[in-house]
């Protein structure tokens, strides 16, 4: 039977059947990129953001506040540069601007990873501000009260908190950053949406092509959102302390059940 | 006794808004000093001045007869031996109630993980929180993140603490047991410095009080004399409003 003879789902099973092994590497590739991407996207938006919040001491001396000043600014024109235009676009620039203008072929994955990285990295930069402006104020009092440095009460106190309040939004980065990654078909990077249109120009079955590339996009998409979700949960933690007493005689109004892990319940 | 702080002259201004107008007192090493007196008249200002969370405009602040305010004492070092507690507690919510109160010991005063538990759990057995080392703060009802915050304040084994109205956050049930933990420290013979609108406090337990009006010392003296025998009509005003109340 030829493929134009055969019905929507005919043709869906025969992609799959043929395709396997392409769809398999292009989602490897497009995962890969998304989650090695979103994590250094989160370290440059971590120092960025940081950098960013810091509010200029007034015993600093004047040459390292003018320093702050001009750093501030770069990172500033960063952030507003590579949020304000295209990633599509940003890729092209960026891989063949290297090459011709300095004669440095790039190469696809690292091309791929920097683009990806640096891009998320501006998004991420404005996040990480908000969440360390999210974190109350109070908690920065309570760890400089007892003699805590600037850099210390940050790493052991607000970032934690900062960090688990931006949570959602790192989630929602690494989904986009799945879906994006279509954009880097532009370099021929070899992700899903690459593997979707040689399918699809191979065939002419568009319709089914999309229809089976969507679906694996969205098993990958809604996998992660469900586990990021549940990395959350596991954060918080129990909402009640339950004192953790072995000795049933302290539950003398009625200890329905003893549990070692979360103690006794009534 | 031997001063432990001395304010001389000291001034506070945010913008053109003087808080703080010409302060002087003096705090002796055991000496329990309630500071009373309406919001806004400063005392809160004042004592987040004492460990340079407010940095004063003008006048001395003497610790052991250095002045703090131009740089001879390092900030952070201060901080370690004059403790506070805050209103809002402030307790640290990404940690448990036995790291609240080693991470200071730890990271600060560079004790070691055995040293700092055994003094946290000593200092969380005497305000009665010991059972709850595991609890994170959202856990806890505010008498006990004060209780924690108290204990938190203790391990650093400070010379000095301020109590910023320890108890004007919590529920009027949870009030007297954290009272209770301060008169307990009180008798022990720790120094402290307490802004408070407890009047029952300031007159049973401290041995010196002092009445803000306005930015100033309207009052100061032994809380005999200023809760029975007031010399200023402020001071008299002010106390019979929280008497009739």
New interface residues.
Partial sequence: MSISEMNFFERMLYILDQYSGSFFRGAATTMVIALVCTFFGCVIGLLVGMLQAKEPD?KDNVVKRSLMHVVRFILTCYVEVFRGTPMMLQAAFIYYGASQVFHINLGMWSAALIIVSVNTGAYMAETVRGGILSV?P??T?????????YS?TMF??VL??AI?NIMPQIGNNLIINIKDTCVLSIIGTVELFFTFKSISGALYTYFEAATVTMAIYFVLTFTCSRILRYIETRMD?????D???SDTLAFTSGLTKYNKNTGGSF | MEKIIEVEHLVKTFGTNEVLKDISFDVEKGDVTSIIGASGSGKSTLLRCLNMLEEATSGKILYHGKNILNGEVNEDKLRTKVGMVFQSFNLFNNMNVLENCMIGQVNVLKRNKAEAKEKAMHYLSSVGMAQYVNAKPRQLSGGQKQRVAIARALAMDPEVLLFDEPTSALDPEMVGEVLDVMKELASTGMTMLVVTHEMAFARDVSNNVIYMYDGRIEEEGSPEKIFNNPGKERTQDFLSRFINK
């Fill in positions: 007034r109350d109070g908690q009092e309570g760890a400089r009260a007892i003699g805590m440095s210390s052991h106190i934690p908190q688990r933690g129990p909402a009640n302390f004192l953790a007493t």
